[in-house]
């Protein structure tokens, strides 16, 4: 039997508090060096009670990507639906450069390299709604008449969906910046705006 991991009790202090030992740790010795008794000693648990909560040391990066698609999925519900759609993928884009990066950078870096290997295992506890929060936000827009219908929706979700995946190779190779530079913010969103059929009301 598949062992659940604990993600919506945001109030227990106990896996808010292995989540904190974790980016500690993973900032002083690195993710690889970490173990789950080095974990367990940090937060002051058994090793036992680490093992309540998640199943392995890499399923606290599927934690986190749980929580990222969780985080996502609430943005679009309180903050993105209704609005301009060309507005609205301008905000997902940006809210997800913001994501990244306030993330701790070594972890989040061990994260994608994991995402890619147990990829098909994650998407058995959770899918990754967010290409398809972006695609129905294409799509609402064709339908109103505000989005372009020269391309495809999954083209165009593909398109910025390109685009943001190869900005965090860029910040693992060096390019720290990458993820807040204002520069990259406005070609990411001028990509966006060439999606309008009507002229873009600018804040």
Known sequence: MKRQIVVREHDNATIEAIRTAVDKMVEEIGFD???VRDICTEVGITVGTFYHYFSSKNDLLLDRYIRYVNFFENYYEKELRGINEIDALKLIVKKQLEYGNSRVFKIYKRYYQIMIDESD??????VNTVPMLIENIIKSGQEKGTITNDFSAYEMRSLILGIMSGLPIQYFSGDKSVLSDPGIIRVVESCIESFALRPVQYQ
């Open 121 to 126: 295992r994650w998407s058995e506890f959770r």
């Open 33 to 35: 060096s970490m173990t």
